[in-house]
């Protein structure tokens, strides 16, 4: 199995498991505040927003694309500092959920890792 077959079967566990989040609404960020109750649908739009944009994100990384490839990483930096300081509500996921969205965050570094490393980081320089 080549280095290049594996990091899409990443990216496809990754989009996976980001459907079966916003399918099963397992998003640890899902609570009512105020805002959520005077505008339900601006929060909705936003998800579909943050979903879709990360979906792009994810293929562009299929197709080696470099601006892609940076924006994840960057991407993934903010959202685990994001998570350090975020107050968890009393309304978390199942504890499965909870710990196989820290495994994402596992995978998250994977790809990143191997988008950054030869022989993958080959990849990205001939698609410039």
Same mark, same amino acid.
């Given at each position: 199995m080549s280095a290049v077959s %594996?990091?899409?079967?990443?990216? &496809? @566990?990754r989009v996976g498991w980001l459907l079966m989040e916003w399918f099963f609404g397992w998003d640890a960020r899902r609570h009512v505040n105020s805002f959520t109750l005077l505008h339900p649908y601006a929060t909705y739009f936003a998800h579909v927003v943050a979903e879709f944009t990360l979906f792009? %994100? &994810?293929? *562009? #990384? =299929? $197709? $080696?694309?470099?601006?892609?490839?940076? %924006? $994840?990483? #960057?991407? #993934?930096? &903010?959202?685990?500092?994001?998570? @350090? $300081? =975020?107050?968890?509500?009393?309304?978390?996921?199942?504890?499965? @959920?909870?710990?196989? *969205?820290?495994?994402v965050v596992i995978l998250n570094g994977a790809i990143v890792?191997?988008?950054? #490393?030869?022989?993958?980081? *080959?990849?990205?320089?001939?698609?410039?």
């Open positions: %594996i990091y899409r079967a990443l990216l &496809l @566990v792009v %994100i &994810l293929a *562009g #990384l =299929w $197709f $080696f694309r470099r601006p892609a490839r940076l %924006i $994840f990483a #960057l991407a #993934l930096v &903010l959202s685990v500092v994001d998570a @350090v $300081f =975020w107050p968890y509500r009393l309304s978390l996921p199942p504890s499965l @959920v909870l710990a196989i *969205g820290w495994c890792a191997m988008s950054f #490393l030869p022989p993958v980081k *080959g990849l990205f320089e001939t698609q410039a």
